[in-house]
Structure formats: structure tokens, C-alpha cells
């Protein structure tokens, strides 16, 4: 046990100190002690299993930058994070347990509160169905879920409380069960008007002398939605070089540089035009000829603009024109074909109009390197407990030496080393082997996604609930390795970058989730 | 963290549970021995079949019911149910797997692996395990799926397994992820069971610039309609970049839950050559 006796909020003082905070009708002591606090809801905690242990959540407050532990009756029980958060406990809190809130780096106890536990007669024995099927929302299940608790005793009236999520207990809507006999309460709780998302069902047993309990056997289920559809996006580079197929008298190869900038207005391009020595049809030998290229390419629309003017050397009669003016649109899943209409003029005069296609020659451009952004939890579908990621290819478009991959495609591909702490031989959730297949375009600011990571809801409902049970800690961690590809050619990609770790972490009460060094985390469970 | 003291008694069925789905797999040339301990012994092996040889196995439970197809939890924990936990019943299962070769002709290969499967089958028939399972092969894929069930009295009842429901769905383009859901709604519906999502590919299934299909299911097999939709994306990824991507899942049932948990794995990989294949070699 921790011994406190260096300090004046020692335990026994604590206890005498709270145990009047408690008199006085408060359960923290967070008054006493300035902006650290530690409050435990619910308390009391009423109990009907016979067992005089219940569960409850410290919800704490500390500065920013302090390092705190929680301790129960003196064990170490929680290490969270400032500034705020909860710590859910087992099932082991039994009536007059102290709480405390403790500084780390002084051992100072700086926040205190005592839970009672208060056993009632009222009992109940198990949830029907503990787990129910996701609704996909297309109302081909059912709108209406019938859940019911067994083995009721003394009760008067029992409701269900239908916990959000992310969600204190104390917003939980309510739901009145109807009494069927032999100790069953059903009743039916409505799907339609949900938010998206994990809930937990509770059962919240009344007696007659107004006593309530929550019935510890709960139930869970899961409201998906809303297809996704992700946008497409637009070619955002023209530089490299390209070759087109006009025959006036040869096809030329383009030399193209584009100036590093993020805006999405039509952005300069330039650099050479260049039509190799040729034998015309009619015999004329015709030198290789230089022109000066430019233009614009809009990354928005992926319309690129171009010309050729002052050839050198600048004049062979009957071999080339003096001008070529030609525009189209940069296209496909590797940005490498552009195509539209052009012109020759002569003198300033259209003397020649049709169509063109070029070709990127070589090897497109790969990314050195990428760097991760997360973005926030997921909203579709119900996947809440998925982190959404974004990819943010270097260098930067914009960034002095900064390139645009926009338009091209990326892929996610595996790479030894998974692992996946979570799973056990018991468990119907199969363990994680490999990456969730994805593949997504450049977009105009060399981002991409949204890769998403994480364990559905139900997933790691599923684990918080088993693991447990089986004798494990809630507390486990999967890493899976992912390289990254960028598309080139047709049928064609290459690797890039190093290889990220995407992380997966549960416990009791949060769900975190990182792509290499970006991170999210958030509170899940119940 | 909980105090060793006052929680003891987790810690030697903890020690437990990490070593006793212990599963280990050793490589003699072209001959992989796959060990196997600890429930559903047949699901483990299709995971490691599927994980180290990326064979497309799909993999179907029965609602057990059975005590002859059930073993209780070491410890005799119980569920938030308050019922004792169940899980499938699993004796320690040892099978060699004879790897075809690559990259030499497909027929032959595809032919060479369902050979190897139909073998580490017949071993795990002969291993006392739970046995009213059947293999299925088509096209790239090995579907397993119960051929019967025990009830709980011990009566041996015909069963059809899930994914061979015929289903419905209106012709539309959706994700991947849609038609999956939407399947297994409807099977959920059809069969008054219920179907959570275990572990899921959201990128392939919603995010991915292929996600989205042209899915339709006519009073068949959700099976079919399934394998349907993971093809066209898997045509679509070939051509943008060259890439295959291969589904398979497992419909696991977990008595504790009442739930069957629909787990779906992917791989990705490069589009390999083909050798030699003529017209009318493909199996």
C-alpha cells in the first residue's frame, strides 16, 4: 500500500475530510483543492447481485502538463492524461473505497473522493440479446430492437437506458419496459432517430420505496449508415517531359517545368518544345528545331495550356511554322496522357486546327517521403471508433522543390511484422494479418484519403466485453505495417516513403488509434 | 492497473489464454506443418491458411448449440448474459500442407491447392473435431461451410448455411462495403439470426477510389452476390494500377454473443504474369 504520511492530505485525513464532503452531500472534494479534481459517477453506486461490488468512472481534471495517477484505496488504478478524462473501473469498487487523484511527481494526493456502494434487494440476472446485429440503415432490419433483462426481483418498474457512445450515463434516453412474467422485462427501442454509432443498453430497476439499481448485464448495438462516396480529383502537374503525336512535320517532345505554387488558379508552366531532324515526304531535310515553351496549368480543372514560339533556328521554309498553340485536359488514374484541340499559326494566322494527344515518357515522379495528419473519428456508417487519416506527400506543392502528385492514385500494401494483441483463441473477431486494402487519388494539395484506421464498434465492444472475461486485461495493442505505392504507368506503381506502423489501442474506457506519428484518441466504452 | 493481490486470481487464466491458442506453423521445403490448439481448431486453420499462403477460404460456422460441439470457458467464466461461457470445442490438431508451386501454369496451381486443402481437410476430419463441415471449391475460391447441424438435444439436423440464403438486392452502383451490409442484412432478416461486423477492410470496402460496384442479387446465393461485386473491384484495381485485390471472410458464431461475426480479410497484391495459359485451362 502506499503510505501518504509525508504529506497533510495524507489518508486518513483525506478519509475524515470526505467522509464530511460526502455528509454535506457532495462526493468530491474538488472544492478543496483549486482546479484539481475527481468526481466518480455514479456514486453511490447501487448494486443487486448480491455481490457488494459495482463499477463506476472517475471523471478528473488536472493542468496541462502535470503527471497524475488515480489510486484505489491506495493501488495504482488509472494513469491518464490532463486535462480531463474519465477511468472506468471493474467490477471491484466496494462501499467506501477512496479515490484519489494524486500529483506523480510530488505524491501529494491533490483530489479525493469516496464511492459508496450500496447493495438493494433488487436483482437481475442477465440482457437478452447481450450483443444485437448493426443496422445498416436501409430498413431492411428492423427499426425496433426488443431487448429484455431476466431474472428481475422487487422491482416496481424497470426501464432501459440507451447509453450513447462518447456519452455520460446522465444523457442516456430512457426507455419503459413492460413486465411479461417470470422475472422478463422487455421492451422495444427505436432505431430510426438515432446518430450513428455503439450503444449500450441498461436496464435501471425501480422498487417500491423508490430505491433504483442498474442492472449490471447489459446489452450493445451498433446503428451504421449513409453510403460514402469519395470525390475524384483533378491532374495537378505537367512538368517532365512529354511527347505529342502531330505530324507537323514530326512529333515533338515538350521540356516542361511548373512554378511551385498551392494556388489553384492556373499556375506558369515552362520550358522547350523540341521536333528532332526529319526527311520529309517530299524530300526536305529538315534540322531539329527549338521553340520556347509556356503556359499554364490549372490544378483546379486539370486543363492544361501551351505554346511554342520563336523556333531556332528561326526560319526553314516549307519545314515547320512558327507558332503551335495547343490545349486540353491532363487526365487519367497516373496523369500521364493529355488531350484537346490545337493550332499552328503562321504569321499569326490559324493555318492548321485538329486534335493531339502527348504522353509523359520515363518514370512519373515518386514522393521521398510522406507524413501522416489525423483528421478526426469517423461519422460514417456508424465506424466511430475509426480514426481517419490523411496522407500528406513531401515535398509539399508550394514548398520550394515541391512537385504535385495530384490526380495519381496511391495504395496501401502489406509488410511483414503485424501484429494483433488483442485477439485470442476464443474470440470471433479474427485477428488482424493484413492492411483493409486501400487506394485513394492525389488531391490538389498532395494529400490523400481518408485511410481509415481502427476496429469497428462492435469490434472493440466486443473485445471490452471478452477479454475480460476470459481472465485478459482490456488493455492490448495491434500494429500492422503499411508501404505505400504511388501509381506511374499503366498497370504499373512504385513504393515510396517509409514504412508507417498504424497502431491500434483499447482500453476499459477509450479507443487510440496512430499512422506513424500522428495519433487520435478518444473515449469508448461503457 | 489491478492490484495482483486483490485480483490473483486472473492472472493464471490469463497466462492461459495467451498460450492456449497457441498455433505455430514450421516449413519443410515445400511442406508447411500448421499446429493448431484451443477452440474452433477448423477456424484457426483456415486464418493461418488464409494469412501464410493468401488462399481465398471463406469460412462458415454453424449456430453451435451442441454441449458435443462446446467446451466452457477455463475458470468457468460467465457472460454479461450471466450464462457460462461457451466456446466451440477445439483437440489439439496438427496438419501438413503440400504448397504447389507458383508462377508455372494456373490450372495446374489452382488445382495443386485444392488438392492441398481438400488434404489438411481430411486431416482435420480425422482429428475428433467438431466434423460436419464441407469444402467447396469455385473458381479462386474455397468456401467451407457446415453440412450439418448438432442441436442442442444431440439431433443431427439438416442445415443450410448462411451464405447459401437467396437474397435480393435492386440493381445500383454502391460500395463494396454497401452490397456486403446489405447482403447480410437481408440474410440477418431472412434467417432471424443475428450478423456483427468482426473485423472489416473499411478502406476496400468504402473508401478506396474502386470501392465503388455494380451490385445485384436475383433470389441467389449471397455467397454469389458477394463474390460478384469483390471481383469487378478487383478487375477495376488490375487495370488502374496493376494490382489484384483478394477477398475472403469468415462468418464466425459466437454462442456467448448469439451473434455470427462477419470477418472479411483482403490481400493486395501485384498482378503476377501468366505462364502458359491457353483457352479452357482455367478450372
Known amino acids: ?526 | 492497473m489491478l492490484h495482483p493481490r486483490r485480483f490473483s486470481w486472473f492472472w493464471p487464466i490469463g497466462v492461459l489464454c495467451v498460450v492456449y491458442p497457441a498455433l505455430r506453423a514450421q516449413s519443410h521445403g515445400r511442406q508447411v506443418t500448421l499446429s493448431v490448439q484451443g477452440p474452433a481448431p477448423l477456424r484457426q486453420l483456415v486464418n493461418q491458411m488464409r494469412a501464410q499462403f493468401r488462399w481465398q477460404i471463406n469460412y462458415e460456422e454453424p449456430p453451435w448449440e451442441s454441449d458435443r460441439d462446446l467446451t466452457p470457458a477455463p475458470g468457468g467464466a460467465r457472460g454479461n448474459n450471466g450464462q457460462p461461457l461457451f466456446y466451440p470445442r477445439g483437440r489439439p490438431l496438427t496438419v501438413r500442407v503440400d504448397l504447389p508451386d507458383q508462377a508455372s501454369d494456373v490450372a495446374r496451381e489452382v488445382t495443386a491447392r485444392r488438392q492441398a486443402i481438400d488434404s489438411a481437410f481430411a486431416q482435420y476430419r480425422r482429428s475428433d473435431n467438431p466434423p460436419f463441415f464441407v469444402v467447396r471449391h469455385g473458381g479462386a475460391y474455397t468456401t467451407i461451410v457446415p453440412s450439418a447441424l448438432v442441436r442442442a438435444d444431440g439431433r443431427i439436423q439438416e442445415y443450410l448455411p448462411l451464405m447459401d440464403t437467396r437474397v435480393s438486392l435492386a440493381p445500383a452502383k454502391r460500395s463494396v462495403g454497401d452490397t456486403v451490409m446489405m447482403v447480410l442484412a437481408e440474410v440477418a432478416r431472412l434467417r432471424s439470426v443475428n450478423i456483427v461486423s468482426g473485423l472489416i477492410p473499411v478502406n476496400a470496402f468504402y473508401s478506396s477510389v474502386d470501392s465503388e460496384v455494380f451490385s445485384e442479387g436475383n433470389n441467389e446465393p449471397a455467397r454469389d452476390i458477394l463474390i460478384r461485386a469483390f471481383e469487378d473491384q478487383n478487375g477495376a484495381r488490375m487495370r488502374m494500377m496493376g494490382l489484384t485485390v483478394a477477398y475472403s471472410w469468415s462468418l464466425n458464431y459466437d454462442r456467448n454473443a448469439g451473434s455470427f461475426f462477419f470477418n472479411c480479410h483482403v490481400h493486395v497484391d501485384r498482378v503476377r504474369p501468366v505462364v502458359s495459359t491457353s483457352p479452357g485451362q482455367l478450372p
Open chain 1, 1 to 526: 500500500m502506499t503510505t501518504l504520511a509525508s504529506t497533510c492530505f495524507g489518508r486518513q485525513f483525506s478519509r475524515a475530510l470526505l467522509t464530511a464532503a460526502v455528509l454535506l452531500g457532495s462526493s468530491s472534494a474538488s472544492m478543496l483543492f483549486g482546479q484539481w479534481s475527481l468526481q466518480a459517477n455514479p456514486n453511490p453506486v447501487f448494486v443487486a447481485d448480491g455481490s457488494g461490488l459495482g463499477t463506476t468512472t472517475l471523471f478528473y481534471s488536472a493542468p496541462v502538463g502535470a503527471t497524475i495517477a488515480i489510486y484505489a484505496d491506495g493501488y495504482l488504478f488509472c494513469a491518464p492524461s490532463p486535462p480531463s478524462g474519465g477511468c472506468m473501473t471493474g467490477k471491484w469498487v466496494s462501499d467506501g473505497m477512496i479515490f484519489e487523484l494524486r500529483n506523480v511527481l510530488t505524491g501529494a494526493v491533490v483530489a479525493s473522493t469516496i464511492v459508496q456502494v450500496v447493495a438493494t434487494n433488487l436483482t437481475c440476472s442477465a440482457m437478452d440479446p447481450p450483443f444485437y446485429g448493426e443496422l445498416t440503415g436501409f430498413q431492411v432490419t428492423p427499426s425496433v430492437l426488443q431487448f429484455s433483462v431476466l431474472g428481475v426481483t422487487n422491482a416496481t418498474a424497470v426501464d432501459f437506458l440507451v447509453q450513447q457512445q462518447d456519452t455520460p450515463l446522465s444523457t442516456a434516453t430512457s426507455q419503459a419496459a413492460t413486465n411479461l412474467g417470470g422475472g422478463r422485462w422487455s421492451a422495444g427501442i427505436s432505431t430510426l432517430s438515432r446518430p450513428l454509432g455503439g450503444y449500450r443498453v441498461i436496464a435501471r430497476l425501480t422498487a417500491a420505496n423508490g430505491q433504483q439499481s442498474l442492472c449490471d448485464r447489459t446489452g450493445f448495438f451498433t446503428v451504421y449508415n449513409r453510403p460514402y462516396i469519395d470525390p475524384s480529383y483533378s491532374c495537378g502537374s505537367i512538368a517532365g517531359q512529354w511527347k505529342d503525336d502531330l505530324s507537323y512535320p514530326v512529333p515533338g517532345t515538350w521540356t516542361l517545368t511548373q512554378a511551385a505554387t498551392s494556388a489553384f488558379v492556373p499556375v506558369p508552366v515552362s520550358g522547350t518544345y523540341k521536333t528532332p531532324p526529319v526527311t520529309t515526304s517530299a524530300g526536305l531535310n529538315c534540322p531539329e528545331v527549338t521553340w520556347i515553351a509556356s503556359g499554364t496549368m490549372n490544378t483546379s480543372s486539370g486543363l492544361v495550356t501551351l505554346s511554342a514560339t520563336n523556333p531556332s533556328p528561326a526560319s526553314v521554309p516549307n519545314c515547320y511554322k512558327n507558332t503551335l498553340q495547343q490545349s486540353g485536359y491532363l487526365r487519367g488514374v497516373f496523369c500521364d496522357q493529355a488531350s484537346g484541340p490545337f493550332g499552328i499559326l503562321k504569321d499569326g494566322v490559324n493555318v492548321i486546327n485538329g486534335t493531339f494527344t502527348m504522353r509523359r515518357q520515363g518514370l512519373t515522379p515518386v514522393p521521398p517521403g510522406e507524413s501522416s495528419l489525423f483528421v478526426n473519428w469517423s461519422t460514417y456508417n456508424g465506424r466511430t471508433t475509426m480514426g481517419m487519416f490523411e496522407g500528406l506527400l513531401a515535398l509539399p506543392f508550394g514548398a520550394p522543390g515541391g512537385f504535385s502528385f495530384a490526380g495519381r492514385t496511391v495504395a496501401e500494401q502489406d509488410s511483414p511484422g503485424v501484429f494483433d494483441g488483442c485477439w485470442g483463441g476464443w474470440s470471433a473477431v479474427n485477428n488482424v494479418t493484413e492492411l483493409s486494402g486501400g487506394i485513394w487519388y492525389v488531391s490538389r494539395l498532395n494529400r490523400y484519403g481518408t485511410d481509415y484506421i481502427g476496429l469497428m464498434p462492435s469490434a472493440v465492444g466486443y473485445y471490452q466485453a471478452y477479454r475480460p472475461l476470459n481472465g485478459l486485461p482490456v488493455n492490448c495493442t495491434i500494429t500492422v505495417p503499411q508501404q505505400m505505392f504511388i501509381s506511374d504507368m499503366p498497370g504499373q506503381s512504385q513504393s515510396y516513403g517509409q514504412v508507417n506502423t498504424l497502431t491500434i489501442r483499447l482500453s476499459p474506457s477509450s479507443v487510440a488509434v496512430s499512422r506513424a506519428f500522428a495519433a487520435g484518441e478518444k473515449p469508448f466504452g461503457f
